[in-house]
């Protein structure tokens, strides 16, 4: 099994919802897509993981349960 596939199968068996690529090959796309997982395309500029949270902004930020 290639790479690719390996980690997809790794993130579907922990309930993934939301995952950030740089680059997503055919394969991995279509296996995400297919179990409803949405893809965020990583901002070229941004290097780093952390640096991508940091730019969410403060009210994205869920402090209490939904009623």
Same mark, same amino acid.
């Given at each position: 099994?290639?790479?690719?596939?390996?980690?997809?199968?790794?993130?579907?068996?922990?309930? *993934?919802?939301?995952? *950030?690529?740089?680059?997503?090959?055919?394969?991995p796309f279509h296996k995400l897509h297919d179990n409803f997982v949405k893809l965020l395309q990583m901002p070229d500029d941004v290097k780093y993981a952390g640096t991508l949270i940091d730019m969410f902004p403060e009210r994205s930020v869920i402090t209490s349960p939904a009623e």
């Open positions: 099994m290639k790479k690719g596939l390996k980690i997809v199968e790794f993130l579907g068996n922990r309930s *993934i919802v939301l995952v *950030i690529v740089r680059n997503l090959g055919e394969g």
